[in-house]
């Protein structure tokens, strides 16, 4: 028997009871259940679409523009980043010969630390300011319980929390039934090492002025970065019922010796707790600001580096690195981003003359089969 269907019931898509159907006549139930969607543009996929056709005279043009600009814009980047100047120092002291052997095996608490100087040539001046950084590496400031080990409210400054820090600092939260500060495995392993700069003439040593100030992120210093509250003078009595973390020789208030630049606002320490990346990384230390547009800041010759070794990386296979360094527009000596520029656009000129051959050879030809005679 035909069943008759209403246009409301083909619209919702939900026929409702009727004779010859289950559930149908003068008492039928409910509605038969459907797994039919809605009869709606969005459900039925009929919303407006528009989709590319790609055509030779599209995709061409777009793969010469692409490597015409890019191939351009890779040989600036390249050449800018070829122009920084940068010299690289490794004073581990793995090797025998190397001055810093003697200090591989110092630990935290050595007294009095140990000292090696490495001499070194610069072959090149240096014209703009030079930043002064240390490298590690091997160093895993990226594992996610190192990157977790910090109480970001005690270093803001909150009272609270400087002496009851949090629990993710453990096992760096307390020593000695005094709480830490700064508590946790960052500020623990801060960098402590101590590099000294000296231009040699004529056998003197003569001193570069070397500017701690500046080097750590305006943010950082001024809004994550705070000392407890109080009076602002008297550190020792701010950090009073705390206790310096386990590998430090001295306390967080006797850092620096300018009231602006210790404690918490330290800013070697900010810069340490601002964790890296990738396991071989390198921090800013210190600033060599250029004196006047006459000479350069560093001038070609002979310099000495001399280095208090506290830091201990011969447990763990690691390495460390002083580099001299000048920046440009674009930042710090990165050849990487200026080579893939050049790689990408020179690939897409290839393209294009490929695809360009193939389109003139054989774009013209009939579809239809040709028919010998």
């Known amino acids: 028997m035909a069943v008759n269907y209403s246009a409301k019931e083909e619209a919702d898509g939900h026929p409702s009871g009727g004779v010859g159907m289950p559930g149908g006549g003068a008492g039928g139930g409910g509605a038969v259940k459907t797994r039919k969607p809605d ?12 989709q590319p056709i790609l055509t030779a005279g599209t995709v061409l043009p777009a793969f010469f523009i692409i ?21 690289e120092i490794d004073y581990t002291g793995t090797e025998p010969s190397s001055p810093c052997n003697k200090c591989l095996n110092v630990s935290w608490d050595s007294t ?53 820090p949090s629990k993710e600092c453990e096992p760096y939260r307390t020593n000695e039934d005094k709480p830490i500060a700064p508590c946790g495995a960052i500020a623990n392993s801060m960098f402590n090492d101590t590099l000294e700069l000296y231009r040699i003439d004529n056998d003197t040593r003569t001193p570069i002025t070397l500017i701690k100030k500046g080097i750590a992120w305006w943010t950082d210093k001024n809004v994550k970065f705070r000392n407890p509250t109080g009076d602002g003078n008297n550190l020792t009595a701010l950090f009073q019922g705390t206790t310096k973390p386990v590998n430090w020789p001295k306390p967080v208030y006797m850092l620096d010796s300018e009231p602006d630049n210790n404690g918490f606002i330290n800013e070697d320490f900010i810069v340490w707790m601002r964790t890296a990346a990738l396991p071989t990384f390198r921090k800013l230390y210190r600033l060599i600001e250029r004196k006047n547009n006459l000479q350069p800041t ?7 580096l001399d280095i208090a070794y506290n830091y201990p990386v011969h447990s763990f296979d690691g390495r460390k690195r002083m580099i001299l360094s000048t920046i440009s527009w674009m930042g710090g000596k990165n050849p990487f981003l200026g080579i893939a520029y050049i790689t990408v656009g020179s690939i897409c000129f290839f393209l294009g003359v490929v695809l360009l051959i193939i389109h003139h050879k054989y774009g013209n030809r009939n579809t239809s089969a040709d028919i010998p005679n």
């Open 298 to 304: 560093l001038q070609a010759g002979k310099y000495s």
């Open 39 to 50: 009869n709606t543009a969005f459900k039925q996929q009929r919303l407006p679409a528009w």
């Open 112 to 164: 009095p630390p140990c000292t090696c100087t490495i001499n070194f040539t610069l072959e090149h001046s240096f014209e703009s300011n030079v930043f002064m950084y240390y490298g590690l590496s091997n160093f895993y400031q990226n594992h996610r319980r190192y990157v977790k080990s910090r109480d970001d409210s005690q270093l803001n400054g909150d009272n609270s929390s400087l002496l009851n």
């Open 67 to 87: 490597g015409l600009i890019f191939i351009p814009i890779g040989i600036g980047i390249f050449v800018t980043s070829n122009n920084i100047r940068e010299y």
